[in-house]
């Protein structure tokens, strides 16, 4: 099947250029000048021609962190590798990187091969996996290096809640020493959930159970120094640290101190932490828990920091972090104590969209949008060329995006399978209006028509954004 996309602008993460793409099957085979013979000749060839006029061509966006189907606090996450892949082609997602876990007394093998048994068959999109590690000990240290031959390259470790995925400072340095002797990278979790804890009692103790405690108990301070801590034993180890879900000031100072040095440390945000508040999870009544994640939702005038940390490249990529709890059955489990609302917020679908009015604000770049969500989450997680990039060779992962288009974003409308919207009512302006996913139209006019199962797992490469 040969599809031109003709008419657009093709933005990389270089910048915005006319030119028209020819998909062969699966690969982008060429760019060419719009209207030149050439051009004419593809047309002729073509099975199908879509018109691009007035709106952007752009890499399939990259989403390097979600949780489908993932258990936490008694319940799961409710998007399963279906609905949650489905909901990201609407908005211009055409890979996720999931968490697969393992849980504490089994072996990373068990849990990669649950979460290969979620998804095979099921994602709309294609797909790999991070690895978290629960349980650090002489065989899981082994396996480390088997998954990375296996194309899982990536481990998340936890600071933060104790008692379940939590690791002391010696495990995770061991972790790191591995990493650092295999070329894979350790993503952290960084907030120091020992110290948590003890507010969290001593808030609880007080009566205070409403949901704004739990921002209040997770202080900025307390991720600033879990951060600084894992850089130091990353640093010790000689391993590339990625520290996800950042969401203070005081953390992005860490992360720029490290990189001034020349350490090679990098750090996500999320949408979350650049659009929502500290103010959101202080909403009236029980409202709040529909907010309630971890790191928490800061004060409003962090936000600038993030947005300055974007356009420096001090934060090099955006993810969702997406681990949608309905609120009627979910979050509702923390009325009267808010250390039992499930931690995570829905937002695979998005993430494109809104980050997309950081460039409407003035915020970053048309080069910058593409690069946060595609591009260098390509390069980091081991994608890059095959995703990431609008070139001849790469995988026809194309999204068209009409950059007028408006839109509110509802949970009336949206496709994820949660019962409420954290951006409820926000206008946003921009939308992705075709999608293909290795050279399969699975969004167009509004509609899927992609198939459950069309999504390959990837084998990712080693972390490309080392130094
Ligand atoms: O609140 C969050 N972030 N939930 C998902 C699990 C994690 O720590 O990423
Ligand atoms: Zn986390
Ligand atoms: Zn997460």
Not at 400 to 423: E, G, K, L, Q, R
Request: aromatic share 8%; glycine share 10%.
């Amino acid at each position: 099947m040969k599809i031109l996309i003709t008419g657009g602008t093709v933005v990389n993460a270089s910048g915005p250029f006319e030119a028209d793409v020819l998909v062969n099957d699966e690969i982008i085979v060429a760019l060419g000048a719009p209207d030149s013979p050439t051009v004419e000749s593809w047309r002729e060839g073509a099975d199908r021609v879509i018109d691009a006029s007035g709106q952007y061509v752009i890499p399939g966006a990259i989403d390097g962190h979600t949780h489908m189907e993932m258990p936490f606090g008694g319940t799961y996450s409710v998007d399963t590798f279906e609905t949650g892949t489905r909901a990201a082609a609407f908005g211009g997602t055409t890979t996720i990187i999931d968490f697969a876990i393992q849980s504490k007394g089994n072996s990373l093998r068990q849990g990669l091969d649950t979460w290969h048994g979620k998804a095979d068959g099921n994602c709309a999109i294609d797909y790999g996996f991070h690895m978290i590690v629960s349980d650090v000990n002489e065989q899981s240290l082994k396996e480390m290096d088997q998954l990375v031959d296996e194309g899982v390259t990536s481990f998340k470790l936890f600071m933060a809640y104790p008692g379940v995925f939590y690791s002391t400072d010696g495990e995770i340095l061991q972790a790191m020493q591995q990493a650092s002797s295999s070329g894979a990278t350790i993503m952290m979790h960084a907030e120091n959930g020992i110290a948590i804890d003890v507010l969290v009692g001593q808030a609880l103790a007080r009566g205070e159970s409403d949901p704004k405690f739990h921002g209040l108990t997770r202080p900025a301070q307390l991720e600033g120094e879990a951060t600084h801590r894992a850089i130091v034993l990353a640093r010790v180890a000689g391993a590339p640290l990625y520290v996800v879900h950042l969401s203070a000031s005081e953390a992005l100072e860490e992360v720029i101190m490290a990189r001034d040095l020349g350490q090679n440390v990098f750090a996500e945000t999320c949408p979350q932490y650049l659009f929502l508040s500290d103010q959101d999870l202080a909403r009236p009544g029980f409202e709040g828990a529909k907010y309630v994640c971890s790191p928490p939702l800061r004060p409003e005038s962090y936000q600038t920091n993030l947005w300055r940390g974007l356009r420096t490249d001090d934060l090099s990529l955006v993810s969702t972090d997406h681990c949608p709890f309905c609120f009627k059955e979910h979050k509702e489990m923390g009325i009267g104590n808010f250390s039992k609302i499930p931690n995570g917020l829905p937002g695979v679908e998005h993430r494109l969209d809104l980050i997309f009015q950081g460039v409407n604000m003035g915020e970053i770049s048309l080069g910058r949008w593409v690069d946060v969500t595609a591009t260098t989450p390509a390069q980091m997680f081991g994608l890059f060329p095959k995703k990431g990039v609008i070139a001849p060779g790469s995988d026809a992962d194309v999204v068209v995006y009409d950059p007028n288009a408006t839109h509110t974003i509802s949970a009336a409308t949206h496709h994820m399978n949660v019962d409420y919207s954290a951006y409820e009512g926000m206008q946003v302006r921009g939308k992705a209006t075709t999608v293909l996913s290795r050279g399969a139209i699975v969004i167009e006019n509004d509609s899927y028509v992609g198939s459950a199962g069309a999504g390959k797992f990837l084998e990712r490469g080693l972390n490309g954004c080392l130094r």
